[in-house]
């Protein structure tokens, strides 16, 4: 039996659908979850690489014949990985800007957790949005979509074509952004508007009884209050967060479309 036959080509193909599939698995949401150990990562990339790879349409005329010239096309497939990851990776962090939101108005910016995923310490709203967050992102499928993205921009951008960064790629990106503190405002502000009420009430009562420790009284209010404002408003949270993941989607084929030559 004869073993197969593997040009240049298509191992230099093979090699940039890999790069491009584990920039993405690296870095987008629950596929890049430090909870999940390296090897498993590695492993699926590797399984979806072969996969993915001999669907691929290769032109060996665009492949470089240099080290130079494949270094430019793995740097162009590692920035559009990275891309694809962190526009849909803006709908997560999402979480934790809105439970920064909440815990300020909660007063518990002192309570944190350390977070695995940035390393660094989170308020423990955030930390409770973001776990709910990533609940309602597995329920609508939002990983699934991170994936079909990704195989649709083979079609539009094969490996072996260099990536034409427009002006109008930035201008995607600059929306996402915009788009995460949009739904962050919007699921923080229940909370607020009644915490900011609350907190005009009493200072009102600050002034009308001065004998009164307001803010023994108030902190633990303003805590209670604030759960349970969240917990009202929780029904509320998988119509945004699914509006979100599919802006995304749209946002994602919009720029795919860009990379294309």
Not at 104 to 111: E, Y
Request: proline share 5%.
């Amino acid at each position: 039996m004869n073993a197969p036959i593997i040009n240049a080509d298509e191992f230099a193909a093979f090699i940039l659908v890999l790069l491009r599939l584990s920039m993405v698995i690296a870095f987008a949401p629950v596929l890049g979850s430090a909870n999940i150990v390296t090897e498993a990562k590695v492993a699926l990339a590797l399984t979806l690489t072969f996969v993915i790879a001999p669907l691929v349409s290769v032109d060996a005329s665009k492949m470089p014949m240099t080290w130079l010239g494949f270094a430019w096309l793995a740097i162009s497939e590692l920035l559009m990985g990275l891309s694809l990851a962190f526009m849909v990776r803006l709908v997560m962090e999402t979480a934790n800007l809105a439970g920064e939101y909440l815990s300020f108005q909660m007063s518990m910016t002192m309570v944190n957790l350390m977070d695995p995923q940035s390393g660094g310490q989170v308020p423990v709203v955030s930390r409770l949005v973001y776990i709910i967050f990533i609940l309602i992102f597995l329920h609508a499928n939002g990983h699934l979509v991170v994936i079909k993205a990704l195989v649709d921009s083979f079609g539009v951008a094969p490996p072996g074509v260099m990536v034409l960064w427009r002006p109008e790629t930035f201008s995607e990106v600059l929306w996402g952004v915009g788009r995460m503190y949009v739904l962050a405002v919007k699921i923080a502000a229940p909370v607020v508007g009644i915490l900011f009420c609350a907190k005009v009430s009493f200072g009102i009562v600050a002034k009308a009884v001065p004998q009164m420790q307001v803010l023994f009284v108030g902190m633990p209010l303003f805590i209670l209050l604030g759960l349970a404002v969240m917990g009202f408003s929780m029904d509320f949270w998988p119509r945004l967060i699914g509006q979100s993941i599919f802006e995304a989607q749209q946002a994602l084929k919009r720029l795919i479309a860009l990379f294309g030559p």
